[in-house]
């Protein structure tokens, strides 16, 4: 069966560090990935989505990255972390037909101070 | 640019009662899926029911249907004989695949609360 894997689940950051929150699905191949952000009582934000290796592309410019390395892993990263930055953040994953449910990772609830 | 729009914050149903929550999107395919989602305080996302956009027929999930009016752009989810374990958020999606690009688009939500 498959599965998603997102850590850390909590974080705690200081203004001005970086950042590397990672996902992981094993299971199944070649998945669409997505990174989503919810702010604190708001809806999901889509940050990034893949459809393959090192294909990302990104919804919101702001100082997030991403990227995809291997085929069933997905890294948000951020060189320098702001105050808004602040926020749960969500991996999921869903197959390449269009009509499959996405399945979401626990979260990352990140704080930065 | 897909959008997807909840315009209700926050609704409130008594157990055993109907509610129906709203959802409208944007798209100019033709072809698309769209989904409801459940966020309980665990934080998990859960799938509640989905209705693909060719099919006319409203998909239904025991307790969950929807009342899809595809001219309309209009997706709302009616929930029948609430429990107390539906009080949660509640997210609209959208999906279409366009070549080589595949998202996936929340609304912003609507809180649901159960009262005895």
């Known amino acids: 069966s498959q599965t998603i894997h997102q850590w850390p689940a909590t974080l705690v950051q200081p203004v001005g560090s970086p950042l590397s929150l990672e996902c992981t699905v094993e299971?199944?191949?070649?998945?669409?990935l997505y990174w989503y952000r919810q702010a604190a009582g708001r809806g999901l934000q889509l940050l990034f989505y893949?459809?393959?290796?090192?294909?990302i592309s990104s919804e919101v410019p702001q100082n997030l990255s991403a990227s995809r390395p291997q085929d069933r892993q997905f890294i948000l990263s951020s060189k320098k972390l702001l105050l808004s930055d602040s926020g749960f953040y969500l991996c999921?994953?869903?197959?390449?037909?269009?009509?499959?449910?996405?399945?979401f990772g626990q979260g990352t609830r990140l704080t930065v101070v | 640019a897909q959008t997807v729009t909840q315009s209700q914050p926050e609704m409130s149903v008594q157990e055993a009662e109907t509610v129906t929550l709203s959802c409208t999107y944007d798209?100019?395919?033709?072809?698309?899926?769209l989904f409801w989602y459940k966020q309980p305080p665990s934080r998990q996302m859960i799938l509640v029911i989905r209705?693909?956009?060719?099919?006319?027929q409203n998909a239904t999930e025991n307790r969950f249907s929807v009342n899809f009016q595809k001219a309309a752009k209009s997706f709302s989810l009616k929930i029948s004989d609430s429990q107390l374990g539906d009080a949660a958020m509640y997210f609209c999606?959208?999906?279409?695949?366009?070549?080589?690009?595949?998202?996936?688009?929340f609304g912003t939500g609507t809180r649901l609360q159960v009262t005895l």
């Open positions: 999921a994953w869903s197959g390449e037909v269009v009509n499959t449910e996405a399945f």
């Open positions: 299971g199944t191949s070649n998945p669409n």
């Open positions: 893949s459809v393959g290796i090192g294909q």
């Open positions: 798209t100019s395919e033709s072809d698309y899926y």
């Open positions: 209705q693909e956009a060719y099919k006319q």
């Open positions: 999606a959208y999906r279409t695949d366009t070549g080589t690009a595949s998202k996936l688009t």
